[in-house]
């Protein structure tokens, strides 16, 4: 069946480097993307989202790119801090059920 | 109060015992969600209902039925509970501008 996937499940930076978290799609129907933070024990945490007619877009510290043309998905967190280190889930919406992608764990180095 | 509230928040019971996990929002919201994720894993769709007469199977159904006894209650049980259940089971609501709420989850354990 349809699923979001994400390439890499950990990813290690330097405290102030940019992060980037990516996240592969396979439903081409699907037209809106979100981003999640997940912390240990706690319930997932939204962070970001994106519509599938835009290509980029800007939060606090955090871009979304959508490629539609490869079905990629990227997180991107600017001037990494140790409070980030989470796991980072993408999800996407998909005839109305909500499919989230394996996750990414990140952790922020001081 | 929150917007989601699963309870219970923790759970042990033994193989073979029926356990139900309950789930109301204040939300307004028609539909509802239940997923299960296992340790460092991604969240896995269960249950969803987009109204009180309307609920469907996600990708992990078997093992599991729920039910929806109003707009704002949306239970999932186990019929007969099983160890590779044990799992964390979160409960989700989504509004008409795809806004989601998540519950603080549930830690079921079944030995």
């Known amino acids: 069946g349809e699923s979001v996937g994400l390439h890499l499940p950990t990813l290690s930076v330097q405290e102030g480097d940019n992060s980037i978290i990516n996240c592969a799609y396979s439903n081409s129907a699907s037209d809106y993307f979100i981003w999640y933070k997940q912390e240990s024990g706690k319930g997932p945490q939204f962070i970001i989202d994106i519509r599938s007619n835009m290509d980029k877009r800007q939060g606090q510290r955090v871009t979304v790119l959508l490629n539609k043309t490869v079905k990629h998905l990227s997180l991107q967190i600017a001037a990494t801090q140790p409070g980030d280190s989470a796991v980072y889930f993408c999800?996407?919406?998909?005839?109305?059920?909500?499919?989230f992608g394996q996750g990414t764990e990140l952790s922020v180095k001081p | 109060d929150a917007d989601v509230t699963q309870t219970p928040r923790n759970r042990i019971t033994k193989t073979g015992k029926r356990i139900m996990l309950e789930c109301s929002q204040t939300?307004?919201?028609?539909?509802m969600y239940w997923y299960r994720q296992d340790p460092g894993l991604g969240l896995r769709l269960i249950y969803y209902?987009?109204?009180?007469?309307?609920?469907n199977k996600g990708e992990i159904s078997d093992g599991y039925s729920v039910s929806r006894q109003a707009q704002a209650k949306f239970s999932l049980s186990l019929e007969s509970a099983i160890p590779n259940q044990t799992a964390l089971y979160f409960c989700?609501?989504?509004?008409?501008?795809?806004?989601?709420?998540f519950g603080e989850g549930s830690w079921l354990t079944v030995v």
């Open positions: 209902s987009f109204d009180v007469k309307d609920i």
């Open positions: 989700a609501t989504r509004g008409p501008a795809d806004t989601i709420y």
């Open positions: 939300k307004g919201h028609d539909r």
């Open positions: 999800a996407e919406i998909q005839g109305g059920k909500l499919i």
